[in-house]
């Protein structure tokens, strides 16, 4: 079947440097992807969402990259601080708009 | 406003024993969907209720799971005869209908340890 997955299991990173979080999707027909971080004990939490007519969208902190040639989706957080440590999971959108989620990526940033 | 909230927020149950979990997704609504989260894993899905259509039930893993929604509202996910593989976090979502699949919004889950 159609699969999401994540590149590196673990992401460590210095308080205010750059992150850039990597997935890997195989439906290319999928048209529309989103972020979810989410915390110890808490449920995911939206960050950022793009469709596929577009291969750039920035938010606050964030910008999602997307490559459909490669298939190839991106996450880059600047200026990482120590709220930022999360598990974040990329999820594609699938029929009756379910969303299939790649295993996850830790983040934990250093003070 | 009120987010997702599920309860309870931590069920430890003994094999073979039946458990009920309980979403109340935010007021108006209409789509609703539980996934599962096995440790160190991404979520797998399970169902999803969109108004007063027919649930989408595929995602659930055998028929010892079930899952209704009353009124439009509360969601209750129920799981027979428990075995120990079905320890994991169980999340719930709801979405506003023009929101997109983007706006799920999540509970905190509730934390199922089958002993």
Redesign the interface.
């Known amino acids: 079947g159609e699969s999401?997955g994540l590149h590196l299991p673990t992401l460590s990173v210095q308080e205010g440097d750059n992150s850039i979080i990597n997935c890997a999707y195989s439906n290319s027909a999928s048209d529309?992807f989103?972020w979810?971080k989410q915390e110890s004990?808490?449920?995911?939490?939206?960050i950022i969402?793009i469709r596929s007519n577009m291969d750039k969208r920035q938010g606050q902190r964030v910008t999602v990259l997307l490559n459909k040639t490669v298939k190839h989706l991106s996450l880059q957080i600047a200026a990482t601080q120590p709220g930022d440590s999360a598990v974040y999971?990329c999820?594609e959108?699938?029929?009756?708009?379910?969303?299939?989620?790649?295993?996850?990526n830790q983040v934990v940033v250093i003070p | 406003g009120a987010g997702v909230s599920q309860s309870p927020s931590n069920k430890v149950t003994e094999k073979g024993k039946d458990v009920e979990l309980r979403c109340d997704p935010i007021s108006g609504h209409t789509a609703l969907y539980w996934y599962r989260q096995s440790l160190g894993q991404g979520l797998e899905f399970l169902i999803y209720f969109q108004g007063n259509s027919a649930p989408d039930k595929s995602g659930l893993p055998s028929d010892r799971f079930s899952a209704e929604r009353t009124g439009g509202s509360v969601s209750t996910l129920t799981i027979q005869r428990t075995q120990q593989e079905d320890s994991a976090v169980y999340l719930c979502a709801s979405s506003d209908i023009t929101g997109g699949v983007g706006t799920q919004y999540f509970g905190p889950g509730t934390r199922l340890l089958v002993l």
Do not use: S
């Open positions: 999401v529309y989103i979810y004990g808490k449920g995911p939490q939206f969402d999971f999820a959108k699938g029929g009756n708009n379910r969303l299939a989620f790649g295993k996850g």
